[in-house]
Nanobody, 122 residues
């Protein structure tokens, strides 16, 4: 009933930039927040950034300054601008949405996209 689709991943050289996007669709009543998480091989999934429906943004401390999250509420879309990319940024990036679904529950649920690969290499 809800789908999240990511795009924008790919191969980039160190120091380069990428812009990821994610759009949520389906029987969405209201979105509390959307965000980005990433998982590198052999490591746990970690928070990258989140943004609430009123525009409040939070970042992982070690990424703040290089990454910027933004949103378009009318399109149920969240973006992640990634600058000055490093090899350690290589990971699968997953889009997340915390939202209410029409006629399902009074509490919000989390939904995930399939992920998009970001590879930073020279």
């Amino acid at each position: 009933q809800v789908q999240l689709v990511e795009s924008g991943g790919g191969l980039v050289q160190p120091g380069g930039s990428l812009r990821l996007s994610c759009t949520a669709s389906g029987r969405i009543y209201a979105i509390n927040a959307m965000g980005w998480y990433r998982q590198a091989p052999g490591e746990q999934r970690e928070l990258v950034a989140t943004i609430s429906s009123d525009g409040r943004a939070d970042y992982a401390d070690h990424l703040k300054g290089r990454f910027t999250i933004s949103r378009d509420g009318a399109k149920n879309t969240v973006y992640l601008q990634m600058n000055s990319l490093k090899s350690e940024d290589t990971a699968v990036y997953y889009c997340n949405a915390n939202l209410f679904v029409f006629g399902v529950a009074v509490t919000p649920d989390d939904y995930w996209g399939q992920g998009t690969q970001v590879t930073v290499s020279s």
